[in-house]
Structure formats: structure tokens, C-alpha cells
């Protein structure tokens, strides 16, 4: 019999061999096939096997696999139990490679399938600082000030480090162990190279090697037996990567060289030096595990550094605010403080959380998270964001979003996760690795054979020394951390630039938009329309009558538009009527029932749809209005058109720049909007545009993006509200407004912080030093052990006399990661402006 299951979890071709090798295991089971782009197991059995039964082999195996029937949902959630090593953590731990894409674990360790360490998430909560005394250290406080007991000043409680650092510590007190011990084995071994050498004079060689014997103990058992570890974890799990190589190549050296010690009388002459006994190779296989760690260290210390974009977001977030209470001033911390809250803001403070102005008026630098160096001016009722620095007034704030709904927590954990996530160029890399490993063992052992064969004398040695370079030189993970690196350090100097990339590819796919399709209100348009005038054509009601139905039905909306006509009114101090009925249209208008009245609010097709009449000069002063590029939404009562009302929204100042900015990289620009056509036309000609649609309802603007991307256009949308939704979900990126609403941010996969067109020409500025910086790092892995392994094989011998050094080999190896890792990190500098 034969079923179909859906797999959760797997993310490479190491995650598709791996399932397919754990579930053919089980008893009763004839074959499996496993797909990795449906994520689906076909499972050929003797007999029905039940699931719970595939489940419990995925679960013992640790790949944090799961398993359900079509249609069902998983016995066992993917990704974060899995627990590699011991030890604690104060985040979450993934791959830097992304092995497993987006896998996480809850533990530091090593990666199951490449074997390289776990990086650190960074924590979205910020650490509370917390005061103790030096004297009395039971004292613990959470603000500064006197100890109780002694009156001292309390000093901060250092916060525990980061398992990050807890790991680059571990790894550099292992490098000096292993360099002490390394360091007398090679001057021991190089000493035979001088005449004379003294050291045979105290004894003779064969107490020497078992000298370095000893000496190599603590090296290999010690400060590098996680490389065997993780070498001997990769042949069981046939995930072979860097340490099957490094495990593989340092081990035969130094078991070859205890073996040559005890029985030195099985080995031919050609082994054995003049002294009568075997060469051995403890210099060779400690100092090549001893610059692998070295690699290690500072992989570690450079991987600190890519994420540095998160980690100075994080220092934004303040510790402590101060509430407001019936006049009352009272400190307390972040976490404390709820919706509806009252915060003083102090000059020069942090602001604590989002929320809006309520009382006073100050600047603030938003630099942090807009990538603006110019302070705006906020005003009672203007938006204020957690982290961003107050100016030099005070004023006080009503919260409105705390925790992690803050836009300073949503970057945060945005940026994590796109670093996180995979591009598409990756599968490339992936591809390539999963033969490359094998391809290197072959290489190796041609390598062996050859020289054995053809090799002067002694050939054994050459063939042994040779193969040994050639398992080491090999570098899989410079190949394997091309792409994430560039990704990381991108995606963090985009947050740094007001620019939050949800994945990895939509910023890949950036870089081939040909298409811009730009929404106009508050995308275009500042979005903070106002109201200009209200007009009265009916003999029978008055311009205050025509606002207050305006107004009536707009109390109900949360249109921006309407938002505009609720303010004037307010500051005509006009009152609402009771509004029954009420019905939203989208790209429409509004309808409802007040006093009896049908009323109906909006553009031409909703006066067409309520079969509102429609007289001469109402349509004459309209289009007036239109032709200047004004917003106009029309109002009937009872079937009969009696006003409208005109509302302006300024063109912000660096849409006309930033449109021809893109023009000019070869970019079209298309304007789609709601409005009518003589709106339309007016913004257009302001803008210099050629290319324009009105009248858009969501789904027009859907279907001009899908006709867009039939005739093979690789379309990006940008805009900010509902009605966008629909377009920038089917876009091949779609860029949202962060001034906008929170379905067009969630339908996107770029947000502007600023809500700038001028941040869309930054960020297909990245996307494109981005891809060139993957590319390089590709190049450079690639020619790397292009040139490397055939000269490690010994290619040059023939012709120039020259050998690469197993040690040699190692140190290559050791900074070809690290190498990498320096050219991502120079994405850091890039200017995107």
C-alpha cells in the first residue's frame, strides 16, 4: 500500500535526504520517496503502519520534524526543542548558514548539519538594569540611588553576557590551551631541520615523538574534540560538511602517527626517517586543529558584528518611564506600563513607547528608525515612536502600543527574521555543497593513489602528506555563509535606513524590477488630506447642513479622507447626527440612514450605484475643483446629489525626485488611484508622469498587476492603505508605507519606515549592492577551492617544485570563512542614499 503525508520542517536537500533516511528505517516500510518543493513523504508499506509511529522515529531522530496526513494538522510542531548541547542561552539560536532555514533552536550548540556554532537571536526585550550595593550586595533596587543599610551609592548589576560572548570566551581559552601544547610539539618537530640540533643530544628521537605524543593529548581530547564530535556526527547522520574534512584529514595524521609509535616495524622503509624511526605528524595534526579553531575564534568575534544593526536598535529602547497619575509623577519600568497610560517625556529622554502626543509640543530625532538626521516637530495629536530621542521640551504622552507591539519591537523582530530566511541565490550554494564534501574525500584518495603511483621518493609520505592537504584545504562553509552573511549585514543597514525587509527574497528579487506602481494618496501624497471647502448646491439645505451629514456619516470611518471632514468639523464646531445603517464601499464611499435621510458620501460611481441625480452645475464646479488636482467626494440625500466637499493632500516634497530618480535606472512608473481622472492627471503632470490609471477600484489595481506580469514585467507596488492590499500581495514585491495601515504593512514584504518614495530608491539601491556582495562572496569561495584543492593536490609539483603544507592548508581554510564574513561586513559602509 502506498500514502501520502505532508512534511513540516525541512528547508535544504540535507533536510529532504535526512527525512527520507530516518523514515526508510522503520519496519514494514518498502520505500520512501520525499519531495522537498510539495514538503510531502510518499511512503510505500507491506502493512499499515500508524502515524504516530513515523512521528515517534522523526522525534528520536532530533530533527524536529513533523508529520500529518493531507489536510490534517502536525502531530508535533516544527523547530524549537531541539536541545544540540548543554548550556543556557538568553535568546534564540540558529544557524549562520540556515542549514535548516528558518530553524531555531532554544539552546547554544552546533548545527546538526554543518556543524558550525549556533548564533544568538537577539532578545526583543531589553535587559532592566537593576542597582545593588557594593557593601551589602542583598540589596537590590531597580532604580539608582543610597543604600538602606549603608547609605553608598548603589552601583548597576552587570548584566550576565550574552551566550555569544559566553562562546567566543569558551573557544579563545581553548585557543591558548591548544596554542601552548602546539607551540613545543612544532618547535620539537622543526627542529630536525637544524644542524646540529641540540635536542638529540639530550635524547634520541623516539623519546622525542612520545614527548609530542604527550604534548598532543590535551590538544586533540581536549581544546579540539568537538571537531571529531562534530566530524563523527556528520558521517552518522551522512551530513557530510567542513568537519567530516577536518576530522577526517587531522585524524589520520595523528592516528597514523600513534600507530607509527607502537608498532614503527610494520612500516616500509620509505616511512621511516634516518634516525629508524616512522615519521610522525603530531606537529601537523595539532597545528591543523589548533588554526581551525583560530577560524573558529574569529568567526565567532566577526559574527558578533553582523548583527550590530539589531543590537544598537536595542539600545534604543529605554528602561525606565515615568507615569503620570492625577498629577503625579511616578518612575517605573517599561514593562509596566499599559494602553491608556500617561508618560512624561523629559528633554534629551528616550521616548518609552508608541503612542500620541496629549500635552505640549517638542522636537524629536527619529533618525534611529527613519534614517532621517533632520527632528520633527510634534504637535498634541502627532505620533511618537518608542526609542526615537525628545528634543529639548517636555511634554506628556498617552501609550498606545506597548511590548512588542511597539514599531521599535516590530523592526527588531522584522530584521531577525529576515536574516533568518533564505534567498533564492542560496539554492545555488545549497546545491553545490551537497556534492561537495563527497567530491573532496574522492579527491583525496585520487590524490594518495597518484602520488603512490608516480610520486618520487618517498612516495608514501608525499601521497600521505598530500591527501592530508587536500581533506584540509577544502572549505564548504566560506561556499555556505556566502549568501547569509550578505543577507544579515544588509537587512540590518536597511533597518538602520528606515527600510524593514520582511525575507531574504523580496530583497534578492528587488534588484530585477523593471515596474513601479505607486499608489497616490499617502503614497505619493503626504496622506494628511484636508479639508479646503464644503459646497451647498440645493436650495434646501445649507453649506452647515451639508458638513453636518458629511460629518455624520463620517464619524464612522477610518478613511483618512474622513478623518480630514471629522477634524473641520470639530473646528466648526459642528455636531453629528446619529447615523443608522452604516456600510463602507470600498473605492467607494460610505452609505447610511440618518434622520430618516438615505445618505450617500463618495465619488461618482457610488452616486451611480445609489442612483443619485446629479445636476449641471454641481458636475461644473466639481471638475473646476478636479483640474486642480483636488479630491472631491460627493453627497446626496435621498437619491439627489445637494454638495460635496474638497479636499487637498500635498504632494510630498521628494516624491517628484524620487520618481525620477527611478525613471532614470530604467524603471517604469505607474500611477494607480482611486480618484478621479482629472485628479489623476493633475498629480500626474506635477510629477512628470506619462503613465496613469483613475478611477482604480482594489481589484482594477489587482488585475493591472497581474496583466503587468503576464507580458513578463517584474512588477513591485507601493502603497498604504486597504485597498492596496490585494496588489501588493500579488506583486513580486510589494512595498508598503509604515504611515499606512497595518494590512497593507502585513500584505508587503518591504515597509518604509518614513513612508517615503525616496526610501523605495534606498532600497533598490541595497537590494543591488546586496546581490553584488553575494556574488562576490560566491566568486570568492568558489576560485577558492577551485585553485586551492589542485594545488593542495600537488598540480604545481611537476613544474615548480612546489607543495602545500597540510599546516599551510589549515591556515588557508581557516580564513577563507573569515574572509567572507570581512566582505559582508563592508556592506556595513555602503551609501544607499
Not at 473 to 497: E, Y
Request: hydrophobic share 45%; aromatic share 6%; proline share 4%.
Amino acid at each position: 500500500m502506498k500514502h501520502t503525508y505532508k512534511i513540516q520542517g525541512m528547508s535544504c536537500n540535507g533536510c529532504r535526504a535526512h527525512v527520507e533516511k530516518t523514515l526508510s528505517t522503520i519496519d514494514h516500510v518498502e520505500k520512501v520517496m520525499v519531495s522537498l518543493e510539495d514538503a510531502e513523504a510518499t511512503i510505500e508499506m507491506a502493512k499499515h503502519i500508524p502515524i504516530t509511529t513515523f512521528q515517534k522515529a522523526l522525534d528520536t531522530d532530533g530533527g524536529g520534524y513533523a508529520i500529518a496526513l493531507p489536510g490534517q494538522e502536525f502531530i508535533s510542531s516544527h523547530a524549537t526543542n531541539k536541545k544540540p548541547s548543554d548550556g543556557k542561552g538568553t535568546g534564540v539560536f540558529y544557524c549562520p548558514m540556515h542549514c535548516e532555514g528558518e530553524k531555531t533552536y532554544d539552546q547554544p550548540g552546533d548545527c546538526p548539519v554543518c556543524g558550525m556554532d549556533l548564533v544568538e537571536e537577539i532578545s526583543l526585550k531589553s535587559p532592566v538594569t537593576q542597582y545593588t550595593c557594593p557593601m551589602h550586595p542583598e540589596v537590590v533596587e531597580d532604580a539608582p540611588g543610597d543604600c538602606p543599610i549603608c547609605g553608598m551609592d548603589l552601583v548597576p548589576i552587570k548584566a550576565d553576557a550574552s551566550a555569544e560572548e559566553k562562546n567566543y570566551k569558551r573557544l579563545l581559552k581553548k585557543l591558548w590551551i591548544a596554542s601552548a601544547f602546539t607551540l613545543p610539539i612544532f618547535l620539537i618537530a622543526m627542529s630536525e631541520m637544524i644542524p646540529g640540533n641540540l635536542l638529540y643530544d639530550w635524547m634520541d628521537m623516539v623519546y622525542w615523538n612520545w614527548i609530542q605524543l604527550f604534548l598532543s593529548l590535551p590538544v586533540v581530547f581536549y581544546a579540539t574534540w568537538m571537531f571529531f564530535e562534530r566530524a563523527y556526527r556528520s558521517i552518522v547522520t551522512w551530513n557530510l560538511n567542513m568537519f567530516t574534512l577536518i576530522g577526517i584529514g587531522a585524524g589520520i595524521a595523528w592516528v597514523f602517527s600513534v600507530f607509527g609509535l607502537l608498532f614503527p616495524d610494520f612500516f616500509p622503509s620509505q616511512f621511516k626517517s634516518h634516525h629508524g624511526t616512522v615519521h610522525v605528524y603530531f606537529e601537523a595534526a595539532t597545528v591543523i586543529l589548533t588554526l581551525v579553531l583560530l577560524g573558529q575564534v574569529l568567526e565567532a568575534r566577526a559574527h558578533s558584528k553582523t548583527n550590530s544593526a539589531v543590537k544598537e536598535l536595542l539600545k534604543l529602547a529605554p528602561n525606565i518611564a515615568y507615569r503620570v497619575t492625577d498629577g503625579e509623577e511616578e518612575r517605573i519600568q517599561i514593562d509596566q506600563i499599559v494602553i491608556g497610560d500617561r508618560l512624561r517625556v523629559k528633554p534629551g529622554d528616550k521616548i518609552p513607547v508608541d503612542g500620541r502626543i496629549d500635552e505640549g509640543t517638542s522636537t524629536v530625532d527619529e533618525s534611529m528608525i527613519t534614517g532621517e538626521p533632520i527632528p520633527v516637530d510634534k504637535n498634541v495629536g502627532d505620533m511618537v515612536r518608542s526609542g526615537t530621542i525628545n528634543g529639548t521640551q517636555s511634554f506628556v504622552m498617552l501609550a498606545e502600543k506597548v511590548g512588542n507591539d511597539t514599531l521599535l519591537s516590530q523592526i527588531i523582530e522584522m530584521v531577525n527574521k529576515a536574516s533568518r530566511s533564505q534567498a533564492p541565490i542560496q539554492k545555488l550554494a545549497d546545491k553545490i555543497s551537497g556534492y561537495f564534501v563527497p567530491a573532496v574525500v574522492v579527491s583525496a584518495i585520487i590524490t594518495f593513489i597518484v602520488w603512490i603511483l608516480v610520486g618520487p621518493d618517498p612516495a608514501y609520505v608525499y601521497a600521505l602528506v598530500n591527501g592530508i592537504a587536500v581533506l584540509i584545504i577544502a572549505c564548504p562553509c566560506a561556499l555556505g555563509l556566502a549568501t547569509p552573511m550578505s543577507v544579515m549585514v544588509g537587512v540590518g543597514k536597511g533597518a538602520q535606513s528606515g527600510i524593514l525587509i520582511k525575507n531574504a527574497e523580496a530583497l534578492q528579487k528587488l534588484n530585477t524590477i523593471d515596474t513601479l506602481i505607486v499608489d497616490k494618496t499617502g503614497t505619493i501624497t503626504e496622506g494628511k488630506p484636508s479639508v479646503e471647502d464644503v459646497v451647498s448646491v440645493s436650495d434646501r439645505y445649507s453649506k452647515k447642513e451639508v458638513l453636518q451629514y458629511i460629518v455624520s456619516l463620517n464619524q464612522h470611518s477610518e478613511h483618512p479622507l474622513a478623518e480630514a471632514t471629522v477634524q473641520y468639523a470639530k473646528q466648526q464646531n459642528i455636531t453629528a447626527f446619529e447615523t443608522e445603517k452604516f456600510t463602507s464601499i470600498t473605492g467607494k464611499g460610505v452609505t447610511g440612514t440618518t434622520s430618516g435621510k438615505k445618505l450617500a458620501l463618495g465619488n461618482e460611481k457610488l452616486m451611480i450605484e445609489v442612483n443619485a441625480s446629479l445636476s449641471k452645475e454641481l458636475n461644473s464646479s466639481v471638475i473646476q475643483e478636479q483640474r486642480r488636482g483636488k479630491t472631491v467626494s460627493y453627497l446626496s440625500v435621498d437619491g439627489i446629489a445637494v454638495g460635496f466637499v474638497v479636499i487637498s493632500d500635498a504632494i510630498k516634497k521628494t516624491s517628484k525626485e524620487a520618481i525620477a530618480t527611478l525613471i532614470a535606472k530604467g524603471i517604469d512608473v505607474i500611477m494607480l488611484t482611486g480618484d478621479n481622472e482629472d485628479t489623476a492627471r493633475a498629480v500626474a503632470s506635477t510629477l512628470d508622469l506619462t503613465d496613469f490609471k483613475a478611477e482604480m477600484l482594489p481589484q482594477d489595481k489587482l488585475s493591472v498587476v497581474e496583466n503587468l506580469q503576464k507580458k513578463g514585467k517584474k512588477v513591485a507596488m507601493a502603497g498604504d492603505g486597504i485597498n492596496d492590499a490585494p496588489a501588493l500581495a500579488q506583486s513580486n514585491v510589494g512595498i508598503a508605507m509604515g504611515t499606512g495601515t497595518d494590512v497593507a504593512i502585513e500584505s508587503a514584504e518591504l515597509t518604509l519606515v518614513k513612508g517615503d518614495l525616496q526610501g523605495i530608491v534606498k532600497a533598490r539601491n541595497l537590494s543591488h549592492k546586496v546581490m553584488g556582495n553575494i556574488k562576490q562572496n560566491l566568486f570568492f569561495a568558489l576560485i577558492y577551492n577551485v585553485v586551492g584543492i589542485p594545488v593542495a593536490a600537488g598540480v604545481l609539483f611537476p613544474f615548480f617544485g612546489i607543495l602545500l603544507s597540510p599546516m599551510i592548508a589549515a591556515l588557508a581554510m581557516s580564513f577563507s570563512s573569515v574572509s567572507v564574513i570581512a566582505n559582508s561586513l563592508r556592506l556595513k559602509a555602503a551609501k544607499i542614499n
